[in-house]
């Protein structure tokens, strides 16, 4: 009984005309997100183009998506032509140190990496 009632709370807390977002929006919404900046895009040339600290967090940022786009990159390379743009793990237009070091930085700070649990048997 006491759950329905913190349901009316949460929803009499709501601003009106407010409405929860469909559960199958969120992992759409993500995986836009994620797709913003890949490596072999038009925006990840342009600021592959731009200074050192945009090299940096762009080879961050790659390297946090990295074991993702290596899955779908594989995918790609199995059933081309199933997405509608280029896949690419790594920029092929950042020739810099820095994009190298942001890119471990991102690749050892991975979500997908740190999540899980790597034992030493």
């Known amino acids: ?20 977002w469909p559960v199958w929006l969120w992992p759409v919404a993500v995986c836009l997100m994620l797709g ?7 925006e990840s040339s342009h600021a592959a183009a731009g200074g050192d600290i945009a090299l940096l967090f762009l080879g961050l940022w790659h390297g ?7 899955i779908v990159e594989v995918v790609d390379r199995f059933v081309p032509h199933l997405l509608p743009w280029t ?16 890119f471990y930085f991102g690749l050892a700070g991975s979500p ?6 790597w034992s030493g048997r």
Do not use: T, W
């Open 87 to 102: 896949v690419r793990f790594y920029e092929p237009h950042a020739n810099s140190a820095l994009y190298d070091l942001g």
């Open 36 to 42: 913003a900046c890949v490596a072999g895009s038009a």
């Open 1 to 20: 009984m006491s759950h329905y009632r913190s349901h009316d709370r949460a929803l009499a807390l709501r601003a009106p005309g407010m409405s929860r």
């Open 112 to 117: 997908l990496l740190v999540g899980s649990r």
């Open 64 to 70: 946090i998506i990295g074991p993702a786009m290596l």
